[in-house]
């Protein structure tokens, strides 16, 4: 029976030749992770054994370093956790970072594999051919204490991609522009292939995957192509991995094409980007107050790499914060290393320690009433960030650090900055 790739890697899972949507399967989890916040309420210190502790892992990332009693409390609980059962892989602080960056550094997201978290982002894992999605607190504790848990196969909904973007263009703008053409696909699985996937990147494929929680998908999920299987065999080179590929026959709920060459850089307005995007010279006159890169889908290297790229020289609008946070200690060091960090910081940009702190406006970062922030993160929903009297837009990173250096929202097409670069 021909398979998409969610069914191939959930009949896997679930031990089974195959399977169509509309089938629940009890699955078994390859990798299953706790967060530091999950230890502010969820029952974990109530487990007396867990089921297999190499399948477990723990990382430090929404509120590190503690900002708070709660969240040291919280932290405390998580050692004190990772200490009782044995569990290796514990990242805490110092080797922390947004847990899906984590993921993908430490080789713990695995072509054909199943992961489950209680982050909405888990989605993330996709790019790397997995099948991943966030669960409730409860699923995950029975995940914890038996290995096992179910999912309802999806029907498919299948990008095909061809051309090739613009050198300006990101993946942020590539999902912007599907969730304001397609908009809503909950209860479904975005498949992403065609003659046009192999000119987008790795970083490119983890921002695309990462946002599908917020058009409402069950699973985001790209092929174990050559780029995908080079990329795990490079943090991982000795991981067992079980790639798969949609079959040339497997049936989709509906199939998409998608010319990467006709993209335009992307603004998603306040509240949504569900039928909510629009191209960004639609916003001519918007000020903001803050300019933000980083989360699970935009504080990859190359999204710092491109940032300090086009601020190199010059020097952030009066006014206006620029917020860059790394998605990990890892990528924060490379950045170091390769001098985005200075040059950032030469341009009046705050690096922050690796977070998701500003993303769901907890802690370095939030944004006050009636001001404007422009965010290459995850979510524009009203009082994301901060206060309901916000106005979050949403667009990439290019777009971002060069709206930060003008004082409004700009296309990096048009900057002498962007000209000279490409």
Known sequence: MAGTLIEKVLARAAGRDAVRPGDIVVCDVDMTVLLDIQFLHDRLLDVVAVHDRDRLAIVMDHAVPAPGLREAEAGTHAREFAARHGVEKFFDVGRHGIVHQVLAEQGLALPGTLVACTDSHTCAAGAYSCAARGLGPAEILQIVCTGTTWHRVPPTIRYELTGAPHSWINGKDLFLHIAGEFGDATNCA?????PGLGALSMADRRTIATQGAEVGADFSIFPADRACLEFV???APDAPMHPV????????????E???????????QPGTVIHNTRPVSAFPDVAIDQAFIGSCANGQLADLATAA??????????????????ASQAVYLDAVRLGYVETLVEAGAVVTNSTCGACFGYHMGVVGPGEVCLTASTRNFTGRMGSREASIYMASPATVAVSALRGRISDVRDTAQAGAAS
């Open 245 to 256: 590929l949609p079959d040339p026959d497997a049936t989709y709920a509906e199939v998409r």
């Open 190 to 194: 975005l498949e992403y292939g065609g």
């Open 309 to 326: 790229e086009i601020v190199r020289g010059q020097r952030v609008a009066p006014g206006v914060r620029l917020i860059v946070t790394p």
């Open 233 to 235: 065999a490079s943090v």
């Open 258 to 268: 998608i010319d990467l060459s006709a993209l335009e850089p992307m603004i998603a």
